[in-house]
């Protein structure tokens, strides 16, 4: 059952909640700490355990009790790599997901109530948290957070300053808060489970406040004499959001993670490493502080190379980022037994290796009519042999897929995944002929209504996927036979996204995102966000984010677009994926986008003596892999 | 000679004035800059940026300023002694850059040296003995130095040694010296770390040398001069070395100044394969991030050490070889 993307019900979390209250207070008596911090408690560097945990500390289970010690491996791909650090250790909201990403559990908030119509949530926070330096955690840093994101001078935007339905904070105590909102948003929960919820916890006012001239009239003086032109940049250096790269270069800065920094990120680190948080206010099932592994050790490596030998070597513990090449596939398995390490199964949230989103919203006439017509894409999509290019460049790995749900989740339809995948080139043509393509020139590549070759010039970034070339200069050959003249454009990812604004593009190739998280991904099934290439002008419609070059949408979008705000403004779960089935169904009556094969399977690097360590696991950027399987409780044997 | 230096070194600072502007210029030129690059990066991770955060970013960043004016700022910011602020860092660009140029100085200052120590005597004896045994190994094994693109070499060497010693080659220094003060100790991991990329990045070079002295030399050992050396009594050691070789070597110090920036820039992906913490990939990740400033100190500070180099050369040349002239009179 892995319906749940969008369906946690508040009182799950109160029953959650009341279940590790009830499992902490049961074997309270024989709690224990790494041997490292005994000894400082023992010196008085440290407060005993008791003082430090909270009240009602959260129960992570496992399905062993571990052992203190060791140091985790691992390694970053260049130095802007953050995503590792954010996946592996800033994933500490108010709420997360339970590793199976079924339903949204208690975190830093105990628990939590939403009205009827999702405009007000109330949360309790866990009474006693405490941040790294010791200090608690109260309401006053959930209002310091939303008071800087929402402050135009603090660069960070997210869900808390949404200008189109932004956080309205109330704190009734010490540790219980109030969000509201103006418009119904049913998906807050959602947000706050995924890695957007650690926005909310990054900020501690008691360090942050005194880059800020509100609260430290000097703070612009003090910003000079360190060298910064202004407050606001100094601000953003010493305490910068959620997950920016830059906020792991700074060691003073407090957090809530189980492991704190020790050496920083900055432009010339080698590795970045972690010690335990003393405060950490989570236990195992006896009790015991996590986490469980002393150390992390990052190392930043300018290239995969050096990774893929560290790995190859038994010198990285736990990874599936940057090395789990599909390339590297057979290596890493035949050096499993050298290297004392064993391979994890990873299930990608992307539904399609890649994504042909043809520009429906294009600027010239002609075009837009063509790639508008159902039966162009579907004659394109007839015309691509998808078993070919599975073979080919995937080395047999994945099937015929449209964009559409994985088959591991509830959303999944068999119809909307595989409609129009068989290769049929005299169908192909059948439907290009239907949308007006007969006529040919004489290098036979078919003419559009104003006697122009179908051409169609295809953006894509290599850098970001190589295979995504390979694909695309055997779909060319493909579709070449039927008469349409496919043109690579390979371009930096800068000018990538610099020509959606300006709708310089006839078609854009990406992953495709959204197959497991549906209802919070849906860029693909309709004219959702920036991230819609495929009908830009229609999403800026629906988002407002700029709104000068918002177009109306075709009728079928709006309703899409109609379902969708249902879905935000409904507080039941089963309404909403009720919902978003209609809108699925709608995506696969006008079938926008096309896809290729499904995503195949990835897989992690896991040492043979590390423990707790998932043998499967989703990956996604929402739910952030491997922080979701409680790497806290993982620990070598 | 003064006269001579004093010209040179005139010409040199107009050089640098020019380079800068055309290198602040350069980097420039892409479509965008630092923040729609950073836009792009967060808009892949599904997340959505405000434009009004990005027009304060703008403005905080001085982005939005016409070219002359950052370049004025900029420039007059490098002469007391601020290269700038790195966007992606937020660090001051001086702060950066000294370590990475250092690694960067001193790798390839000691590949320079290998290379000069391994291609000077193979050079000389490919031309004393043509077309003997010896003669034919160097040019097959200095064709196959030229043709083995560097990072490939360095892929090969470091699959090697994972084969056959269980070892991961990279980086400069073992962990436990990587943030040490300099000690007897640390140079020590240092030369026993280094000596595999030195040896990389030294091979094309090499080959490369080779060839161009031995051809050199080829053509000085058929003139007269050496044939009266001989006739004089002169032992055949000296008559090579004291004359051909001399004048054989001229061709290479008048290119001493572009040795620097040919192995910076063609250590870039060499640095990225063997995970070489040099101004190489420091260079690239800020071209492709867009962070104006520290690309532009970079570019820079190669330059400076090009037209050095070039500085250099010409006085050495002038020393080396009588027959040249000062001036252009």
Request: aromatic share 12%; proline share 6%; net charge negative.
């Amino acid at each position: 059952m892995r319906d749940t993307l969008i369906h946690q019900r508040p009182w799950l979390g109160l029953a959650g909640a009341a279940l590790a209250a009830l499992l902490a207070a049961a074997p309270a008596l024989a709690q224990q700490q790494a041997p490292m911090l005994e000894d400082m408690v023992e010196s008085g560097e440290l407060p005993p355990l008791e003082e430090r945990l909270p009240e009602n500390p959260l129960v992570v289970e496992a399905d062993s009790i571990g052992t203190y010690g060791g140091t985790w491996r691992m390694g970053m791909n260049g130095g802007g790599d953050n995503g590792l650090i954010v996946k592996t250790v800033a994933y500490e909201g108010l709420v997360r997901f339970d590793p199976e990403w079924q339903s949204v559990v208690p975190n830093l908030a105990e628990s939590w109530e939403a009205n009827a119509d999702a405009t007000e949530y109330t949360f309790k926070l866990r009474d006693g948290v405490k941040w790294s330096d010791g200090t608690p955690f109260t309401t006053e840093d959930i209002a310091f957070a939303v008071e800087m994101y929402q402050d135009p001078d603090y660069a960070a935007s997210s869900w808390i300053d949404n200008k189109n339905n932004p956080v309205i904070l109330e704190v009734v105590d010490d540790l219980t808060f109030k969000f509201k909102f103006d418009t119904p948003n049913g998906m807050l929960m959602d947000e706050l489970a995924s890695v957007n919820g650690i926005h909310i916890t990054s900020l501690q006012k008691a360090y942050c406040s005194q880059f800020h001239p509100t609260y430290n009239e000097n703070a612009a003086a003090e910003a000079e004499a360190a060298g910064f032109s202004s407050w606001a940049l100094y601000l953003q250096d010493r305490c910068a959001w959620g997950w920016e790269t830059i906020r792991f270069a700074n060691p003073d800065l407090p957090s809530i993670y189980g492991w704190v920094i020790d050496t920083p990120l900055t432009a010339n680190a080698a590795r970045v490493t972690w010690k335990r948080n003393p405060y950490y206010w989570k236990v195992d099932a006896e009790g015991n502080q996590l986490p469980y592994i002393d150390n992390l050790d990052m190392r930043v490596s300018q290239g995969v190379e050096e990774l893929t030998l560290m790995a190859l070597n038994g010198e990285i513990d736990f990874q599936e980022r940057h090395i789990a090449t599909n390339v590297n596939k057979p290596l890493f398995f035949d050096g499993q037994e050298a290297g004392g390490y064993h391979l994890g199964e990873v299930i990608p949230s992307a539904s399609n290796t890649l994504v042909l989103q043809l520009n429906l919203n294009h600027d010239d006439p002609v075009k837009r009519e063509l790639y508008q017509n159902k039966d162009f894409r579907v004659g394109i999509s007839h015309a691509i042999d998808r078993q070919e290019i599975v073979d080919v460049v995937f080395t047999g790995q994945g099937e015929p897929f449209q964009v559409a749900p994985r088959p591991e989740s509830p959303f999944y339809d068999e119809e909307l995944a595989k409609q129009y995948t068989e290769f049929d080139p005299e169908l192909a043509i059948e439907h290009l002929e239907a949308a007006g393509l007969t006529e040919m020139n004489g290098d036979g590549i078919r003419l559009m209504s104003n006697g122009e070759p179908a051409k169609i010039t295809v953006d894509v970034i290599s850098a970001l996927r190589p295979e995504w070339i390979d694909m695309l200069e055997i779909m060319q050959l493909q579709l070449g036979a039927v008469g349409i003249d496919i043109e690579l454009n390979n371009i930096d990812r800068t000018l990538f996204y610099e020509k959606r604004p300006g709708n310089e593009y006839d078609a854009q190739v990406w992953a495709g995102d959204g197959g497991l998280e549906v209802v919070q991904e849906p860029r693909y099934y309709f004219p959702a966000n920036d991230e819609s290439v495929w009908a830009y002008k229609w999403a800026q419609w629906f988002n407002g984010t700029r709104p000068e070059i918002a177009e109306e949408p075709a009728d079928w979008a709006q309703e899409q677009m109609e379902l969708y705000r249902q879905i935000r403004s409904s507080s039941d779960p089963e309404q909403r994926a009720d919902l978003m089935k209609q809108i699925l169904a709608i995506t696969k009556e006008q079938f926008p986008v096309i896809g290729v094969s499904l995503m195949p399977n990835s897989y992690s690097i896991i040492r043979n003596d590390l423990k707790n360590a998932p043998e499967s696991m989703f990956n996604a950027w929402l739910f952030p892999t491997p922080s979701p399987m409680n790497p806290v409780v993982w620990y070598f044997e | 000679m003064v006269g001579f230096i004093i010209r040179r070194s005139i010409a040199m600072l107009l050089t640098l004035v020019a380079v800068s502007i055309v290198a602040f210029a350069i980097i420039q030129l892409p479509p965008g800059d630092y923040l729609t690059s950073y836009i792009a990066a967060l808009s892949s991770t599904g997340d959505q940026v405000d434009p009004r955060v990005i027009e304060n970013l703008r403005v905080q960043y001085g982005l939005g300023e016409p070219f002359y004016v950052q370049y004025w700022k900029w420039v007059t910011g490098i002469l007391q002694g601020n290269f700038g602020h790195s966007f992606e860092w937020k660090r001051p660009v001086s702060e950066l850059i000294w370590g990475r140029l250092g690694n960067s100085i001193m790798l390839e200052g000691l590949a320079v040296m290998v290379m000069w120590l391994i291609a000077l005597p193979i050079g000389i004896y490919a031309a004393v003995r043509k077309y003997s045994l010896g003669d034919y190994l160097a040019t097959v094994l200095g064709f196959i130095g030229l043709a083995v693109p560097n990072f490939f070499f360095a892929l090969i060497v470091m699959y090697l040694a994972f084969v056959w010693f269980g070892e991961t080659i990279g980086g400069l220094y073992s962990p436990e010296f990587e943030t040490a003060r300099w000690s007897l100790p640390r140079v020590w991991d240092f030369l026993s770390n280094a000596w595999i990329p030195v040896l990389v990045l030294a091979t094309a070079g090499t080959a490369e040398l080779i060839r161009i002295l031995r051809a050199n030399l080829l053509d000085e050992l058929k003139k007269p001069y050496v044939t009266t050396a001989r006739a004089k009594g002169l032992t055949e050691f000296r008559t090579i070395m004291k004359y051909p070789v001399r004048l054989a070597l001229n061709p290479l110090i008048s290119t001493i100044g572009w040795l620097l920036p040919a192995l910076v820039s063609g250590s870039v992906i060499v640095s990225v394969v063997m995970n070489l913490p040099t101004a190489g990939p420091m260079l690239l990740r800020s071209l492709t991030t867009q962070d104006m400033y520290l690309a532009g100190a970079i570019i820079l500070l190669l330059s400076v050490l090009t037209v050095v180099g070039t500085l250099i050369s010409d006085i050495l040349l002038a020393w080396m070889d009588p027959r040249i002239r000062y001036g252009s009179k």
